[in-house]
Nanobody, 124 residues
Framework: QVHLVESGGGLFQAGASLRLSCAAS????????MGWFCQAPGKDREFVST????????NYADSLKVRFTISRDNAKNEVYLQMNSLNPEGAAVYCC?????????????????WGQGHQVDVFE
């Protein structure tokens, strides 16, 4: 069992940058790919980004790859999402998740442990 806790969200002005963190406990995540997903009110959960176990392969939603960067620190058992040039459309609850595989995956069904998520709000 892996327990995930996200942090770093809050209320931000459009154009700002922030870094979300995801701290894992209960088990080392070094063997697993990790992912970030988001869900806005009234919408389905969406893929944001994923990273493989060692951190040398990443993938992003097409609309986000220019502004977002995923990274991980296996020594700290943490994963991060750097979000630049925030816009109001990006306001959502952002969740991190542990992949069932060493590689990163786009589909939420390939993830077996989830954090509760952290809210990111953006105002003009």
């Amino acid at each position: 069992q892996v327990h995930l806790v996200e942090s770093g969200g809050g209320l931000f002005q459009a154009g700002a940058s922030l870094r979300l963190s995801c701290a894992a406990s209960g088990r080392a995540i070094i063997s697993f790919g990790m992912g970030w997903f988001c869900q806005a009110p009234g919408k389905d959960r969406e893929f944001v980004s994923t990273i493989n176990w060692i951190g040398d392969t990443t993938n992003y939603a097409d609309s986000l790859k220019v502004r977002f960067t995923i990274s991980r620190d296996n020594a700290k058992n943490e994963v991060y999402l750097q979000m630049n040039s925030l816009n109001p459309e990006g306001a959502a609850v952002y969740c991190c998740a542990v992949s069932a595989y060493a590689s990163g995956h786009i589909s939420a069904t390939d993830y077996k442990f989830w954090g509760q998520g952290h809210q990111v709000d953006v105002f003009e």
